[in-house]
Structure formats: C-alpha cells, structure tokens
C-alpha cells in the first residue's frame, strides 16, 4: 500500500524555495502616507520620498480615465498598440523596437530573466537604484560595481574599462537615482565604445524628461550591439499610481524575446488610456518640467546657503549629505509634515523630492533644525 507524506517542506526542515533568494532583501519603497499618519497622528504631509510628480498629470488624463472605466469587462489591449504607435511616432522608432510595462521596474524585471544566466556578470555603478541588483541575484548573476567618484559622477574611464571585459549585461542609470548624477554624451560614447557588441546595454532613463541634453537613442543605434532604454510614465508625467512604463530596444527581435515571459494584459485598460493621454499633453508636460527644475534651483539655492553638501541633480530630487544623520533628520522632517527618504549611502545622505511650491517652502522652512547636529 502507497502512503503519502503529507507533511509540509518546512516540517522537514527543508524549502521549496531557491536558495539563491536567501540573502536577497525585497526593494523597501519610501514612506507611504498611511504610514506617516500612523507614526505621528497626523494627516497632512507632502510627500517628498517617492520623486512622484506632486504637479499632477494632464488634465486631459482625467477623462481618458473616465472613457476607459466604461468597459472594465473587457481585457486591455495586450500590445498596447495604439500607445506604441504614438509613442513610436513621436521618438522615430517603430512601433515594433517598443515595449510596455506596468512600471518600468517589471522591464527590468523581463529584461535581466531574458538574458541573464547563473553565472553571468552585470556591470553597474553604486550607488544606484537598488533593483539591478534585486534581479541581477535573483537571476543567480555575478555583479561587478565601479563605485562611484566622490561627488557621485560615474568613473567614466574605470567603468569603460570594465566594460571592454564584456559583461553579458551592462547598466547605465542616467540621471541616476537616488544621487541624481547625470552622463553627459561624451561618457556614453566613451562607455559604447570600448563595449563589445556581444554585452547587452540597459539605459535607465525614467528622469530623462527633467534632462534631454542629447538623443541617447541615436548614441545606442551608433554603437551597433543590443540595448535596451528604459522609460516610465510615473515621474514626469505624473502617473506613479497607475504604473505604466515602456522600452525602446534595438530590434524588433529583442522586444519579442522579452514578449514571451511577459505576462499577458500586463498593462490595464485604464492605465493605456492614461498613458495616451499624458504622452499627448507635451504642453503640461513642459510646464511640469520647467517649474520643477525652477524649484529644485530654489532648493539647492537653500542648500548652499546653509553650507549642505548635495549632489548636481539633473532628476526631480535633491540629493544631500545631513550632519545630523539620515534617520534623524528624516523623523525631525516627518514632524514637521514632510516625508523624505533616508537612504543608506555611506556619509548620511537622504533623498528629497521637488513638489509643488508650498510643499518647498515648508521644506526650507524646516531644513536647519532638521539637519543640525
């Protein structure tokens, strides 16, 4: 007679799980406002941790969120067709060489489980946004990091000649989070150039509306080998909630690799529809940009004045170093109403968002007894 042990793989002693997920820690995101309300008991904040786009998107997204919710039977379109077309149209590049996403943290996701073998090295520079190395170990990779210069400006030659070593995969975030630190053209070329065309290329550009100095797709089409950029609808154009982002790849052929483990109808029906509509306001858009730019030069105006060390942020964010201590300066600064991201970059650095206007001068307002030892 057959008996089935019924007992559980923890019973054993043993897990199903792989153990390469051991030492991984999951990607803490910034304070969420029921969060800050528990803490404090209160429940006004600006939320200043998350380099969420507090200016709001279009107006004209309202409505396409309205149009879109009348059918929620039906399933969205699962190649987002017509927001590929437009987005396609707008940048030169067929509709085919683009790829849609609910955040571009699922694109990273698709892309390093298309590509990346136990085993295989991704070439990136710390600190930087922490999902890189989330799915770089999930997927069991080697990574190999050019820490970055004092001021946080990447080593241009060192990474170049890291990167002349082929990696299978090699990431630029550019301007990069949480630091801000912008490559300027010269370094990318730099960079490709000593790249074998055997590496594939990752450019994360979810900040790139607050710093369009050059056309990074043009540099990756010079260079020749495979590449990937990495766009997101939740900065700029204010639709973090919603969860929309999207890829520019080389080829056709890349985009239907990445296809084939993307899940189906990854991207709702209403976030599409917000998506369009975003994308066809660029006069929202440019007004969004300018003004947050214009405030963050108030804020790191502030920062001088009172003798901070910060970053040159190119992003929606100021990045700086406080004398009395990340966790403290970000619980003097939740006291006061505003949330901020500490961060655990060595020195005592935290990341602070732009908002709106108001939410900057309680930030000035607050900022010398927050960060005085």
């Not at 060489?97 to 489980?113: K, N, Q, T």
């Not at 991704?122 to 922490?130: A, G």
């Not at 790249?195 to 990752?202: A, E």
Request: hydrophobic residues 45%; proline residues 7%.
């Amino acid at each position: 007679m057959l008996v089935l042990d019924r007992k559980s793989p923890s019973d054993s002693g043993t897990s199903p799980m792989r153990p390469a997920l051991e030492p991984i820690q999951a990607y803490k995101a910034g304070m969420s406002l029921a969060e800050a309300s528990r803490r404090t008991g209160q429940t006004h904040f600006s939320k200043l941790a998350s380099n969420e786009n507090l200016l709001g998107a279009s107006p004209k997204v309202g409505a396409a969120v309205q149009q879109a919710l009348a059918s929620p039977e039906i399933y969205p379109d699962p190649y987002c067709e017509t927001l590929r077309a437009a987005i396609g149209a707008r940048l030169g590049v067929e509709s085919g060489r683009i790829l849609v996403s609910p955040g571009s943290e699922a694109l990273i996701d698709y892309l390093f489980r298309a590509v990346l073998h136990p085993g295989d090295s991704i070439l990136l520079s710390s600190p930087t946004f922490p999902a890189y190395e989330i799915f770089g170990r999930c997927a069991e990779a080697r990574l190999i990091d050019v820490p970055r210069r004092a001021n946080f400006d990447l080593d241009v030659a060192a990474f170049a000649a890291e990167a002349a070593r082929g990696p299978k995969l090699m990431v630029l975030c550019t301007p990069n989070n949480p630091t801000g630190n912008a490559l300027t053209a010269a370094d990318i070329e730099t960079i490709l150039a000593a790249t074998p065309r055997s590496t594939l290329v990752f450019v994360d550009e979810a900040y790139r509306e607050y710093h369009e100095a050059f056309d990074t797709l043009a540099l990756l089409d010079a260079w020749g080998g495979p590449w990937v950029s990495g766009r997101t609808f939740s900065k700029a154009y204010g639709l973090a909630g919603l969860r929309v982002g999207y890829g520019v790849a080389s080829s056709e052929a890349l985009v239907g690799y990445l296809d084939r483990l993307r899940p189906p109808f990854n991207v709702t029906s209403v976030s599409q529809a917000a998506a369009l509509a975003a994308w066809d306001d660029q006069d929202h858009l440019t007004r969004t940009v300018a003004l947050t730019i214009a405030e963050r030069g108030r804020v790191e105006d502030v920062l001088a004045d009172l003798g901070v060390d910060h970053t040159r942020s190119q992003a929606n964010f100021v990045f700086l170093r406080t004398p009395a201590g990340p966790e403290a300066t970000t619980e003097r600064l939740l006291r006061q109403g505003l949330i901020v991201r500490p961060t655990p970059v060595a020195g005592g650095w935290v990341r602070i968002t732009i908002g709106r206007p108001s939410d900057n001068d309680s930030l000035i307002a607050a900022l010398p007894a927050a960060l005085a030892l």
